[in-house]
T-cell receptor, first 114, second 110 residues
């Protein structure tokens, strides 16, 4: 029962390096999203997608890129990592486009930028 | 500025006690969700409330949506150590936006 799978679980980068956080879901969900979680800030939406080929920005999109070439995968790219991007990143998906639907989260990816 | 303010941010109580945590906003939300997150895991949905004044119960947890749909509360009766976790409220705002509060970190001591 995989659900939402994120890799890697932990990553350390140096300032200026680039990397991709992977997210895959096996529930055939149309909607996928990326959040970052920082102490005292809750979860903040970075980017989201309502279907293959469609992406849009959330609250904090700067410094991140996404693409959605398949229903299953929604990778998050950090173009040039900065210490301010040190955070725990969560991928989440839900069925349909109704925003009241249940979000299913991955286990998170902890990123440290030195 | 947080659209949704949760209080308290931290709460530590003894097993068997009752507690209430709050989620407040100056904005009106069309619906509101509560999630629980345990260490090293992603949040898991507990409940969605959609109607002003709505009350939902999930075993020892009671969720209420304010009449004006600007606030919500979560009441736990006879708290148990298994209730320990980060409780997040999330409000539906705009067409596709789900906005989260900063969370209440709850610790139940045996």
């Amino acid at each position: 029962n995989a659900g939402v799978t994120q890799t890697p679980k932990f990553q350390v980068l140096k300032t200026g390096q680039s990397m991709t956080l992977q997210c895959a879901q096996d529930m055939n969900h149309e909607y996928m999203s990326w959040y970052r979680q920082d102490p005292g800030m809750g979860l903040r939406l970075i980017h989201y997608s309502v279907g293959a080929g469609i992406t849009d920005q959330g609250e904090v999109p700067n410094g991140y890129n996404v693409s959605r070439s398949t229903t299953e995968d929604f990778p998050l790219r950090l173009l040039s990592a900065a210490p301010s991007q040190t955070s725990v990143y969560f991928c989440a998906s839900r069925t349909g486009t109704a925003v009241t639907g249940e979000l299913f989260f991955g286990e998170g990816s902890r990123l440290t930028v030195l | 500025t947080q659209l949704l303010e949760q209080s308290p941010q931290f709460l530590s109580i003894q097993e068997g006690e009752n507690l209430t945590v709050y989620c407040n906003s100056s904005s009106v939300f069309s619906s509101l969700q509560w999630y629980r997150q345990e260490p090293g895991e992603g949040p898991v949905l507990l409940v969605t409330v959609v109607t002003g004044g709505e009350v939902k119960k999930l075993k020892r947890l009671t969720f209420q949506f304010g009449d004006a749909r600007k606030d919500s509360s979560l009441h736990i009766t006879a708290a148990q150590p298994g209730d320990t976790g980060l409780y997040l409220c999330a409000g539906v705002w705009g067409a596709q936006k789900l906005v989260f509060g900063q969370g209440t970190r709850l610790t139940i001591n045996p």
